[in-house]
């Protein structure tokens, strides 16, 4: 009979796995993943994706600040020389402005138009204007508001930059809107020839009154050849501060003390 060694007889360990902890790395996981968004720019982003969380601080800081855009480059801007100057005085220094009109075939003006409309309907949570501004004149017009001011002091320095804009279209016809309730007067459609599609001006410039500034253009430049009288411009749908700036513009006491205001709907 042979003798050999006996084999050791390998000892069988019953692993257990803590399924809470397990749970709880999958949940971490799953957090580091899912969508915020900014309470203050409105943008819905990752921010443990680094690139998603970059694009969110860029889109924030134009959120706040407007449009960075090279002086050089605005002085090339087709409408530059006939453009609308506006002076603000505040806390003790003089802030230059200028409205310029958004020549349709020029590409970066365009991109510039359309870039700022995307950081306005991000904010307000709104759909796609109809951007008949860039069909051209007689579909729609838009104005660009810039900072050209050598006093403004923030981390972008002196550079020029686009703080505010409204964009325009053609229409026809309206109604007539209570302010204090937002409820339309029914059985009744007024004439219009304007309606203001969008109107905006980023955070940290209002309180200058550049809304205001925007829209004292639109009478004299929104149709060639003619002076409108602020009834015939009408509101898409305006926000709370759209209301109030629409209150101020154009609004219409009613003999029954209601308030009312000129506006249309998008197509």
Same mark, same amino acid.
Not at 116 to 144: Q, R
Not at 177 to 205: A, D
Not at 226 to 233: A, D, E, P, V
């Given at each position: 009979?042979?003798?050999?060694?006996?084999?050791?007889?390998?000892?069988?360990?019953?692993?257990?796995?803590?399924?809470?902890?397990?749970?709880?790395?999958?949940?971490?996981?799953?957090?580091?993943?899912?969508?915020?968004?900014?309470?203050?720019?409105?943008?819905?982003?990752?921010?443990?994706?680094?690139?998603?969380?970059?694009?969110?601080?860029?889109?924030?800081?134009?959120?706040?600040?407007?449009?960075?855009?090279?002086?050089?480059?605005?002085?090339?801007?087709?409408?530059?020389?006939?453009?609308?100057?506006?002076?603000?005085?505040?806390?003790?220094?003089?802030?230059?402005?200028?409205?310029?009109?958004?020549?349709?075939?020029?590409?970066?003006?365009?991109?510039?138009?359309?870039?700022?409309?995307?950081?306005?309907?991000?904010?307000?949570?709104?759909?796609?204007?109809?951007?008949?501004?860039?069909?051209?004149?007689?579909?729609?017009? +838009?104005?660009?508001?810039? %900072?050209?001011?050598?006093?403004?002091?923030? =981390?972008?320095?002196? &550079?020029?930059? *686009?703080?505010? $804009?409204?964009?325009?279209?053609?229409?026809?016809?309206?109604?007539?809107?209570?302010?204090?309730?937002?409820?339309?007067?029914?059985?009744?459609?007024?004439?219009?020839?304007?309606?203001?599609?969008?109107?905006?001006?980023?955070?940290?410039?209002?309180?200058?009154?550049?809304?205001?500034?925007?829209?004292?253009?639109?009478?004299?430049?929104?149709?060639?050849? +003619?002076?409108?009288?602020? %009834?015939?411009?009408?509101?898409?749908?305006? =926000?709370?501060?759209? &209301?109030?700036? *629409?209150?101020? $513009?154009?609004?219409?006491?009613?003999?029954?003390?209601?308030?009312?205001?000129?506006?249309?709907?998008?197509?």
């Amino acid at each position: 009979m042979n003798e050999g060694k006996l084999k050791k007889k390998k000892r069988t360990i019953q692993m257990h796995f803590d399924i809470n902890l397990l749970s709880k790395s999958n949940k971490d996981k799953s957090a580091s993943a899912k969508n915020i968004v900014c309470n203050k720019c409105h943008m819905s982003y990752v921010p443990h994706i680094q690139a998603d969380s970059q694009l969110h601080d860029k889109f924030h800081q134009r959120s706040f600040e407007g449009l960075n855009i090279p002086y050089n480059t605005i002085k090339t801007f087709d409408n530059y020389e006939t453009a609308t100057d506006i002076f603000h005085k505040k806390d003790g220094k003089e802030y230059e402005f200028k409205i310029i009109e958004i020549n349709p075939k020029n590409y970066k003006e365009c991109n510039l138009g359309k870039e700022y409309i995307e950081i306005c309907n991000t904010e307000l949570n709104a759909p796609n204007d109809t951007s008949k501004w860039l069909h051209g004149s007689n579909f729609g017009k +838009m104005f660009v508001l810039i %900072s050209i001011s050598k006093h403004r002091t923030n =981390s972008f320095g002196n &550079s020029t930059r *686009a703080v505010g $804009f409204v964009s325009l279209e053609r229409i026809t016809k309206g109604k007539w809107m209570v302010l204090e309730s937002s409820k339309i007067v029914p059985n009744q459609e007024i004439p219009l020839v304007i309606g203001i599609s969008r109107i905006y001006v980023s955070k940290n410039w209002r309180g200058f009154g550049l809304g205001m500034d925007l829209l004292n253009v639109l009478p004299d430049n929104s149709v060639y050849g +003619m002076t409108l009288k602020k %009834s015939q411009i009408g509101w898409s749908q305006p =926000s709370e501060s759209g &209301s109030r700036l *629409a209150h101020k $513009f154009s609004s219409f006491k009613h003999k029954s003390g209601k308030t009312l205001i000129p506006v249309y709907v998008e197509e």
